[in-house]
């Protein structure tokens, strides 16, 4: 059990290291780091917000209309 959970938090960290190489991020100094990842949370989390919301009444009335 400990051995999976050790894992588990293995590939997150691989996968944050990931993101880091990817975004190039790395480069920068933690708070810029931290300022970057906050504003792109905050930009990922009103798109998915605004879907949710939005997206329903969206398709139902081009359903509405092309029907």
Do not use: C, G
Not at 9 to 25: E, G, I, P, S
Not at 35 to 54: K, P, R
């Amino acid at each position: 059990m400990l051995s999976t959970i050790r894992r588990f938090f293995k590939f997150v960290h691989w996968l944050y290291l990931q993101y880091l190489l990817n975004t190039a991020l790395y480069m920068l100094e933690p708070w810029e780091r931290a300022l970057f990842s906050a504003l792109l949370v905050a930009i990922i989390s009103t798109a998915i917000y605004s879907a949710w919301v939005f997206l329903p009444h969206h398709l139902r009335s081009m359903m509405d209309l092309y029907s």
